[in-house]
């Protein structure tokens, strides 16, 4: 079975960092782009940024460029999403998803708050 | 960036009904546009891909047409399971977007 398992959401504080594993099973993990999305509380969903299979492109949301970073451990079947400076606005639960979404993992909330 | 516009935001609906969602884009996406349905407190599911693909497994009365900047989501006959909220997303290039979703509710 396809199965993506996300973890390391919390509560942090304004300016701080946080990094999201998504943990990948069941599929050829290397042959996939990868993707992040998020949605704030009460509110739709938001395309965060993508990662192609060797890593070697990645691609952002003007909302997060120059404060998100997405990796990849492909030996680890394992996406990241670290998130630095973080602000108020950036409290959402968080998805990783394969490709264009035919596979998504539950989601981790991430609060921002101080 | 490319933007997607949803309407209606909401759609109040009957069993057995035809229900339409639209979806523009602001410039042209070819079909790269995927429709996706949401519960709440769980995660979306990819209904179609490029425009009017079906995903496997999804019920055949959701269908999705069109390309260029026009699409369109139809569930021919509305059924208790599919009260939901549903989101376009473009995917053409490098950077994606969704629309800002339908609301799906009982009439």
């Known amino acids: 079975e396809e199965q993506l398992v996300e973890s390391g959401g919390g509560l942090v504080q304004p300016g701080g960092s946080l990094r999201l594993s998504c943990a990948a099973s069941?599929?050829?993990?290397?042959?996939?782009?990868m993707t992040w999305v998020r949605q704030a509380p009460g509110q739709g969903l938001e395309w965060v940024g993508n990662?192609?299979?060797?890593?070697?492109?990645?691609y952002y949301a003007d909302s997060v460029k120059g404060r998100f970073t997405i990796s990849r451990d492909n030996p680890k079947n394992s996406l990241y999403l670290q998130m630095n400076s973080l602000r108020a606005e950036d409290t959402a639960v968080y998805y990783c998803?394969?490709?264009?979404?035919?596979?998504w993992g539950q989601g981790t909330l991430v609060t921002v708050s101080s | 960036d490319i933007q997607m516009t949803q309407s209606p935001s909401t759609l109040s609906a009957s069993i057995g009904d035809r229900v339409t969602i639209t979806c523009r884009a602001s410039?042209?996406?070819?079909?790269?546009l995927a429709w996706f349905q949401q519960k709440p407190g769980k995660a979306p599911k990819l209904l179609i891909s490029?425009?009017?693909s079906l995903e496997s497994g999804v019920p055949s009365r959701f269908s999705g047409s069109g390309s260029g900047t026009e699409f369109t989501l139809t569930i021919t006959s509305l059924q208790p399971d599919d009260f939901a909220t549903y989101y376009c997303?473009?995917?053409?290039?490098?950077?994606?977007?969704f629309g800002q979703g339908t609301k799906v509710e009982i009439k």
């Open positions: 998803a394969r490709d264009v979404g035919t596979t």
């Open positions: 069941g599929f050829t993990f290397n042959t996939y782009w």
């Open positions: 990662i192609k299979q060797d890593g070697s492109e990645k």
């Open positions: 410039q042209s996406i070819s079909s790269w």
């Open positions: 490029k425009a009017s």
């Open positions: 997303q473009q995917y053409n290039g490098y950077s994606w977007t």
